[in-house]
């Protein structure tokens, strides 16, 4: 047997789920998006997904886009202090603090949230017990605010990982020269570490943002009303109607908002290659 066959043999089971599990299901995903009820195709479920969706369309990405910038500089903040804090006590407990939320479903994150972030939740119990404030003044965050909390809480100790992880292995020389010459550490961590570690910075907001536009839980528990999140609108057009081709569109929607981003990952990884 040759080699090239042989090597063929081996990768076949592999080829075999990537073709069954991920290539097949979203070619009848795509194909779906495009029948029509009388059997033939045509734009009739993408006319019908705009109509209806185009607030959650803009609604998901604004809030992707707002949680994966908070989620960026929550993480710059962290492995900044974890590469330049001068308190190894702090240093030491903030290492063990903030990769807790990585092991928590995203339901879990929702249920959590959803008690916590309630009008008559631990939040405002806590700021009504303390004196920071009334009864009456005190509101529910279960809306679009809710959302981005959950996003990035749960997500950022993922980021903050791979960056932490990059600041540690930059050239401490460039570090210490920069002090040398009087820079504080805040302009250290940004003209200095930010820099060089921007690709992994990137590559993580980019898995981060395909991953919560994939998120259904947490919409779903956090909120409830119109306008949210696609995925909540993919399920409820399967659940109540029936609708698959509306869905099968809806995702379709989402599969090129998640490739607009994951473009530039590949861009890159092609770049770093070349």
């Known amino acids: 047997m040759s080699r090239r066959l042989l090597g063929l043999l081996l990768v076949l089971p592999a080829l075999a789920v990537i073709a069954f599990l991920f290539i097949l299901p979203l070619v009848m995903s795509a194909v779906g998006a495009f029948r029509v009820e009388d059997g033939g195709f045509g734009w009739h479920n993408f006319y019908k ?7 959650d369309i803009v609604f998901s990405v604004v809030i992707i886009t707002i949680s994966a910038i908070l989620i960026g500089l929550a993480s710059v903040a962290i492995g900044g202090y974890l590469t330049l ?4 006590v702090a240093v030491a407990i903030l290492r063990w603090l903030y990769r807790w939320p990585m092991f928590i479903p995203f339901i879990v994150v929702g249920q959590i949230l959803r008690t916590f972030l309630a009008k008559s939740g631990l939040m405002n119990s806590t700021l009504i017990s303390l004196g920071l404030l009334t009864p009456i003044d005190a509101q529910s965050y279960l809306d679009w605010r809710g959302i981005v909390i959950a996003f990035v809480w749960k997500q950022t100790p993922f980021v903050a990982l791979l960056v932490a992880g990059a600041m540690a292995s930059v050239n401490r020389d ?43 839980s947490v919409p779903l528990m956090i909120n409830a009303q119109s306008p949210t999140m696609l995925t909540a609108d993919i399920a409820f057009r399967v659940n109540a109607y029936g609708d698959y081709g509306v869905a099968n569109a809806l995702g379709l929607v989402s599969l090129v908002l998640a490739s607009s981003v994951a473009w530039i990952y590949l861009r890159q990884s092609l770049k770093e290659r070349a």
């Open 49 to 55: 997904t705009f109509d209806l969706y185009t607030k």
């Open 85 to 88: 804090g001068e308190h190894p």
């Open 174 to 216: 460039t570090i210490e020269a920069a002090r040398n010459l009087g820079a504080s550490r805040l302009r250290i961590l940004f003209e200095v570490l930010v820099p060089q570690v921007s690709v992994t910075l990137t590559v993580g907001l980019i898995l981060s943002f395909v991953t919560m536009m994939s998120v259904l």
